[in-house]
């Protein structure tokens, strides 16, 4: 809000005390004139009274109120009102009296300013030098003013006296007073012992709603006596340019008492409840005596600091009792927040990150929460936050008191110190994200949970380079900079606890990009047991893993360059036997990300698979995958599985450099299976008969089935047990086995051979 000067909205009109005799001709001119129009004006009330009060309801007769204005001004310059004492002889002496005294002082003063321009033209140097004036006596005691500010619409008037209604005045008279003052910011420049002003503002409107003139009431349509004094709706705090410069000394020269508070914009009025004074005004008075201001600046600033003490002490004692409990209400609402501290913000899934407030006490409105958070999209950069109070749906209304801790946002002081460490932890895993990284992620926040484990690649480039029409990558303006961005060390302070509580990944399961929670964001623990417990001939695991240990520092005999660089394994033969687990276990072996690619996925036409095909090679060859099923110029490891090699033609054979076939498993191999399946249950908290499981493993290995079908017995088993709350023991995987082997036989009478006789006489395997 703008309230007067070449920057300022409000024009405070200026005094009439001091007018020279000119100017005081002029007023008499227009009284007289002024005094023949409201004659008019009652000559014509019977005639017509629907005239009466001039413009429409609501609207404030500005131009009959300066009028009057400037007439009870000149009569009641001496502050008497000539109402007050009648109209008889003795009357119009004393009023004259009254002008006669007016004049003169006009003059006295008019004199003055003459006899000492004519001493400034006559000094050596012959310069008008007010300093040199100022500084022949003692600097004036700095003094406070109270000014009254009616704003109706698009033009305000202020003044010094309190503005109300007057006897004879109409419903859409303008509200004023008798003392105007037309511009704030002159008349600091005019009154340099005034160190600052307490600015209260008014409304005719209200006013009129407000029945302050209920008692009174309307005769004729005008007000038969005065009305009451208005009634404030609101207050803000003016200071001088020296009183400006004051507090920009203390807080620059004293930065880390003041924190958030900035000299570079420091404005001239405060709104309440006076942020800077409410948290800073005992510090700002310890500081004073120390400081290099001089005397006249230090009584200036002291003055200040005393009467907001008196004005609203009170006020600030009862915000901090109510602080200190843990509590807020409405009336206290605006002191809950600080600038430079840390808030914390919760989203509709009830994830907590942290802000910065960035508040300064000028803004008007103080209901509105003003910070920042940055923001990542493969470059840091800040995002500017705005939380209005109307979002705080747990603030209860009125003056009843909430807890802090329970509002959607509120500043850190108020959590524990725990809180801060979580941030801080999570903002680390940002951190380390924030380039190419393979990391875990947890679908809940239950630690031990396993089986919702997912393996993500963080990935912004690549991400842009496939979606860069998404909206998150609207804004490339880069806050850090790429050097901080390079160095491992993140940048000082708060920065990583205002890190996002989210970040953007590649699901390799899934196969598409999706947003993540980091705090629930893990390392990779590579599982390289796998490929030792691999039920396969050994033989062939130590080729296999030679060729691997190979690839990575091969250099292709090809003739094209780009080609027959990556490795391509072809595992075949029949379900469960293990062609899956070993394409799993060599990306485990090497400690790369394993992407799985289906006929599903690549689609039917050509357009389709060739598009395919190029976004998966780029993403493998940028993330060093292991590709289960995709070809030639991919520069890594490729597995393909199949259980029907009987429709390969010969050009596909050629490019595969290793075939492993899986023939259906043996009793031997069934038994290391089911082993492998006791040995995991382990690190389960399950109540299991281990003992008993070994006991019986090579009766549990004679059934014939595969590893997948073990896999599956395994889990029915489990759930058996869980559900009749028994230790899992071999009954239960007897019990599912059966149902496992009555459903295989089922098939064969059905088909009436095998599946694997049955592949082999289709040709299929």
């Known amino acids: ?31 007289e004139a002024d005094m023949n129009v409201n004659v008019d004006e009652e000559k014509g009330q019977d005639e017509d009274k629907d005239k009466l009060g001039g413009n429409r309801p609501g609207k404030c007769n500005r131009k009959r109120n300066r009028k009057r204005n400037r007439k009870r001004n000149l009569n009641g310059a001496s502050g008497l009102d000539p109402e007050l004492y009648g109209s008889g002889p003795h009357s119009k002496l004393f009023t004259s009296l009254v002008n006669t005294i007016t004049k003169l002082t006009a003059e006295k003063v008019a004199l003055q300013e003459e006899l000492q321009r004519a001493e400034a033209s006559t000094s050596p140097d012959g310069e008008n030098d007010e300093n040199q004036l100022t500084q022949e006596g003692p600097e004036p005691h700095p003094i406070y003013e109270t000014f009254h500010t009616v704003d109706c619409g698009k033009e305000r008037q202020s003044f010094r006296d309190v503005p ?110 006076y942020s800077l004074f409410y948290v800073h005004n005992r510090t700002l008075t310890e500081l004073l005596d120390s400081s290099s201001l001089n005397e006249g600046d230090r009584a200036r600033l002291r003055l200040l600091c005393e009467w907001l003490e008196k004005d609203s002490g009170a006020d600030w004692k ?21 600038p430079d501290e840390l808030m914390l913000v919760q989203d509709g899934d009830g994830v907590t990150s942290a802000a ?25 950069r800040k995002d500017k936050l705005r939380i209005a109070r109307l979002y705080q749906t747990k603030l209860k209304p009125s003056d009843k008191e909430t807890d802090i801790t329970s509002l959607e946002y509120f500043p850190l002081r108020f959590a524990g110190p725990e809180v801060y460490g979580k941030l801080l932890a999570r903002g680390e895993k940002f951190w380390s994200c924030r380039k190419k990284r393979l990391i875990c992620h947890k679908d809940t926040d239950q630690s031990h949970s396993k089986e919702a484990e997912r393996r993500i690649m963080v990935d912004y480039q690549m991400y842009r380079r496939i979606y860069k029409d998404k909206m998150i990558f609207n804004s490339s303006r880069d806050d850090l900079g790429a050097e901080a961005m390079d160095n491992e060390q993140p940048p000082d302070g708060d920065f990583l606890v205002l890190l996002p509580a989210y970040i953007h990944g ?11 929670r980091v705090d629930r964001i893990t390392d990779v623990t590579w599982n390289k047991d796998v490929f030792e417990r691999l039920v396969v001939p050994y033989q062939t695991k130590e080729l296999m893993q030679a060729l691997i240990t190979a690839q990575a520092t091969r250099s292709a005999p090809d003739m094209i360059a780009g080609k027959g660089n990556g490795l391509i394994i072809l595992l075949h033969g029949g379900p469960g036997t293990g062609k899956t687990l070993t394409a799993e276990s060599i990306a485990e072996l090497e400690e790369r990300p394993l992407y799985r690619v ?111 079908e073990i896999r599956n017995v395994v889990t029915m088993a489990r759930h058996l047990a869980q559900f009749r709350k028994e230790r899992l023991v071999y009954r239960h995987m ?21 599946d694997d006789r049955w592949a082999r006489a289709d040709g299929l395997r």
Request: some cysteine; overall charge negative.
């Open 1 to 31: 809000m703008d309230i007067g000067g070449e920057d300022l909205s409000i024009r405070l009109r200026r005094p009439t005390r001091g007018l020279s005799q000119g100017a005081d001709k002029e007023e008499e001119e227009e009284e």
């Open 164 to 273: 109300r209604k007057f006897k004879g005045d109409v419903k859409d008279d303008h509200l004023r007073g008798r003392d105007e003052v037309e511009n704030i910011t002159k008349y600091f420049q005019d009154h340099t012992a005034t160190a600052f002003a307490s600015i209260h503002f008014y409304s005719c409107d209200q006013y009129e709603a407000h029945g302050s003139l209920s008692s009174i009431g309307y005769k004729t349509g005008k007000l038969v006596r005065d009305g009451p004094p208005a009634k404030s709706e609101s207050r803000i705090i003016a200071i001088g340019e020296r009183l400006v410069e004051a507090l920009k000394t203390i807080i620059s020269s004293n930065p880390s008492r003041f924190p958030g508070y900035s000299t570079d914009d420091m404005p001239w009025f405060f709104y309440p409840p």
């Open 318 to 338: 009862e915000a901090d009792d109510l602080l200190s409990r843990g509590k807020i209400n409405q009336k206290h609402y605006r002191k809950l927040f600080r």
């Open 356 to 380: 910065k407030v960035n508040l300064w006490p000028q803004y008007a409105d103080g209901d509105d929460i003003i910070g920042f958070q940055w923001c990542f999209n493969g470059v840091f």
């Open 506 to 516: 590649f699901d390799l399961q899934q196969k598409f990009w999706v947003k993540l």
């Open 598 to 708: 289906t006929c599903g996925d690549i689609g039917v036409e050509p357009g389709d698979v060739e598009t395919y095909l190029n976004a998966t090679l780029e993403i493998g060859k940028a993330w060093g995958c292991v590709f289960l099923r995709a070809l030639e110029y991919y520069d890594g490891i490729m597995v393909l599985t199949t259980n029907r090699v009987g429709t390969f033609d010969a050009a596909f054979k050629s490019r595969i450099q290793l075939a492993l076939h899986y023939p259906n498993l043996d009793q031997e191999q069934r038994e290391g299976i089911w082993r492998n399946f006791f040995h995991m249950l382990r690190g389960t908290k399950e109540r299991i008969d281990l003992d008993d499981l070994e006991m019986n493993v090579g009766s549990l290995a004679q059934h014939e089935i595969n590893g997948r």
């Open 734 to 754: 007897q019990h599912a086995i059966d149902t496992v082997i009555k459903f295989d036989k089922y098939l064969q009478e059905v088909k009436g051979c095998s």
